[in-house]
């Protein structure tokens, strides 16, 4: 029997449960409530990139924010950075995927295999700048670009520029886990 896509509109109806409803090519996909490690790199993360973002004139947002590329296709991904929106208040409740210039997946216990296969494959084939896969665990940085074949594994220091004509925003990826497992 043939699989009905589920829609935006079936995510709409979801319940409020603590649960990140998300759907890839109308396939939907649930996980928990994020664990406290998780939030922590997600924290620590924000700490550094955000007056960063702001400097060069860029929009940072944490989940829960939807991000969306089309009517079966919806993420919500741990961080985002996308030029500023000029709207004072956008209209939608959801961000294009084509206005990403940075998606953050910090690995979870039920998310590990979704971030690394079939996000990362959606996020490059979409034209996202730069994909990050955190992994708390490994303390490593998994760097992705459409262009790349491997990630670029990061254990010591992160570079991120987001604008050639702006300097590279430099992270310590040994402090941002340092944080997390604090």
């Known amino acids: 029997m043939p699989r009905v896509p589920v829609t935006v509109d079936d995510l709409a109806a979801m319940p409020e449960d603590g649960n990140r409803y998300e759907i890839i090519d109308g396939e939907l996909f649930?996980?928990?409530?994020?664990?406290?490690?998780?939030?922590?790199?997600?924290?620590?993360?924000?700490?550094?990139?955000?007056?960063?973002?702001?400097?060069?004139?860029?929009?940072?947002?944490?989940?829960?924010?939807?991000?969306?590329?089309?009517?079966?296709?919806?993420?919500?991904?741990?961080?985002?950075?996308?030029?500023?929106?000029t709207d004072a208040v956008p209209s939608t409740r959801w961000i294009a995927m084509s206005r990403l210039l940075l998606a953050v997946e910090i690995l979870s216990p039920s998310t590990g295999h979704l971030d690394r296969e079939r996000k990362r494959r959606l996020y490059l084939t979409e034209g996202v700048q730069e994909y990050w896969i955190v992994d708390t665990a490994a303390r490593v940085v998994d760097v992705w670009t459409p262009h790349s074949a491997e990630p670029r594994v990061v254990c010591d220091v992160l570079h991120w520029q987001p604008r050639p004509d702006r300097a590279a925003l430099v992270v310590d990826v040994g402090d941002v886990f340092a944080e997390v497992h604090a």
């Open 30 to 85: 649930v996980t928990p409530a994020l664990l406290l490690y998780h939030q922590r790199a997600q924290m620590s993360l924000v700490a550094r990139l955000l007056p960063y973002a702001r400097s060069i004139g860029l929009e940072l947002f944490a989940a829960p924010t939807d991000v969306r590329v089309s009517r079966i296709t919806q993420v919500e991904p741990d961080l985002i950075a996308l030029q500023q929106m």
